[in-house]
């Protein structure tokens, strides 16, 4: 059994300051000599994350702009995230040899997105199972050529090798895996960023790999048809009594509960606020565009998305 370092507390404090620290968004690769974005970083003893660009997918970064961890016990690897390709897959798999030698047992998708489905086809040449929830794989299925074709656009020669695999493992609410005397929760805490998000919770370690129920370095986009009272509803009646000590979210580095609650519940708050406002004021969608949203301005990807988001939560809001 794998047992947690006592006094890693102030190491994991030290290494999450001096992460958070690095600026992402206008760096085009960290780690040349590999397909991925960065080199994986131990966050705590025996949880790994290579840190995503918080940029969107281009050639390159080769589509690495999600968080790609992976767990290792005594019985083997479980990774989070399939990645944006099978080349990027590889890389991925080539960095888990170098920390061990437990072969990957399970590959855990974290929503029904490219560069957490289009790797699949790597895994699954590898033997390995692979494990989303029900509504991320049905999100993923009907998009699967639209989403490949993106992907092969931007990532051109890297994309070789790349084909639709859905997972074979499914679930609804809760999956729970002991392996190596590491018990992981596999969970669907409720609607949020996007349909099927799953949440990677490992309660003895004290640490979840929450995806995209949370951002703190990178604005979060708000797709056509998110629920985001629903969201605020999922983090504030599910995720916070869990409370974890680590969070390693879908994008950024990884940090605490307090930091992803700063930049995705609370910036849901304010932004349905100031588009209530906005409403009661008897405003229209063209002029929603611009509702202030200075406050957020920090976040990587702020041009690219804040005025979209405040255009589709008037959409939703227009009509509750």
Same mark, same amino acid.
């Given at each position: 059994?794998?047992?947690?370092?006592?006094?890693?507390?102030?190491?994991?404090?030290?290494?999450?300051?001096?992460?958070?620290?690095?600026?992402?968004?206008?760096?085009?690769?960290?780690? %040349?000599?590999?397909?991925?974005?960065?080199?994986?970083?131990?966050?705590? %003893?025996?949880?790994?994350?290579?840190?995503?660009?918080?940029?969107?997918?281009?050639?390159?970064?080769?589509?690495? $702009?999600?968080?790609?961890?992976? @767990?290792?016990?005594?019985?083997?690897?479980?990774?989070?995230?399939?990645?944006?390709?099978?080349?990027?897959?590889?890389?991925?798999?080539?960095?888990?040899?170098?920390?061990?030698?437990?072969?990957?047992?399970?590959?855990? $998708?974290?929503?029904?997105?490219?560069?957490?489905?289009?790797?699949?086809?790597?895994?699954?040449?590898?033997?390995?199972?692979?494990?989303?929830?029900?509504?991320?794989?049905?999100?993923?299925?009907?998009?699967?050529?639209? @989403?490949?074709?993106?992907?092969?656009?931007?990532?051109?020669?890297?994309?070789?090798?790349?084909? @639709?695999?859905?997972?074979?493992?499914?679930?609804?609410?809760?999956?729970?895996?002991?392996?190596?005397?590491?018990?992981?929760?596999?969970?669907?805490?409720? %609607?949020?960023?996007?349909?099927?998000?799953?949440?990677?919770?490992? %309660?003895?370690?004290?640490?979840?790999?929450?995806?995209?129920?949370?951002?703190?370095?990178?604005?979060?986009?708000?797709?056509?048809?998110?629920?985001?009272?629903?969201?605020?509803?999922?983090?504030?009646?599910?995720?916070?009594?869990?409370?974890?000590?680590?969070?390693?979210?879908?994008?950024?580095?990884?940090? $605490?509960?307090?930091?992803?609650?700063?930049?995705?519940?609370?910036?849901?708050?304010?932004?349905?606020?100031?588009?209530?406002?906005?409403?009661?004021?008897?405003?229209?969608?063209?002029?929603?565009?611009?509702?202030?949203?200075?406050?957020?301005?920090?976040?990587?990807?702020?041009?690219?998305?804040?005025?979209?988001?405040?255009?589709?939560?008037?959409?939703?809001?227009?009509?509750?």
């Amino acid at each position: 059994m794998i047992t947690i370092l006592r006094n890693w507390t102030a190491g994991a404090a030290l290494l999450l300051a001096a992460t958070a620290a690095m600026a992402s968004e206008d760096i085009a690769d960290q780690y %040349p000599q590999s397909e991925l974005y960065s080199k994986p970083v131990e966050v705590i %003893p025996h949880v790994f994350s290579a840190i995503g660009a918080t940029a969107p997918p281009t050639y390159e970064n080769s589509g690495h $702009n999600n968080n790609l961890s992976f @767990i290792v016990t005594d019985e083997g690897v479980v990774v989070v995230n399939g990645g944006a390709s099978a080349r990027l897959a590889k890389a991925l798999h080539d960095e888990i040899k170098v920390v061990t030698d437990q072969p990957v047992v399970l590959v855990i $998708n974290e929503n029904g997105q490219g560069h957490a489905m289009l790797g699949n086809s790597y895994w699954v040449d590898q033997g390995v199972d692979i494990l989303a929830h029900v509504d991320a794989i049905e999100a993923f299925t009907s998009e699967a050529d639209f @989403i490949l074709q993106g992907m092969q656009g931007y990532n051109r020669d890297k994309a070789e090798g790349t084909r @639709i695999v859905t997972p074979n493992l499914s679930f609804e609410d809760t999956y729970e895996i002991e392996l190596g005397g590491v018990k992981i929760e596999v969970l669907h805490l409720g %609607p949020a960023h996007d349909p099927g998000d799953t949440q990677v919770w490992i %309660p003895q370690w004290d640490i979840m790999i929450a995806g995209d129920i949370a951002f703190h370095e990178r604005m979060l986009p708000i797709f056509a048809g998110i629920c985001t009272r629903c969201w605020i509803e999922t983090w504030e009646e599910k995720l916070e009594p869990i409370n974890p000590t680590y969070v390693i979210p879908g994008h950024g580095h990884p940090t $605490n509960l307090a930091q992803v609650r700063r930049y995705t519940r609370d910036y849901l708050v304010d932004l349905r606020e100031k588009i209530g406002a906005h409403i009661d004021a008897g405003g229209d969608l063209a002029s929603s565009y611009y509702v202030d949203q200075e406050r957020w301005k920090n976040l990587d990807t702020f041009e690219e998305l804040a005025t979209k988001n405040a255009g589709r939560v008037f959409e939703e809001m227009e009509w509750e």
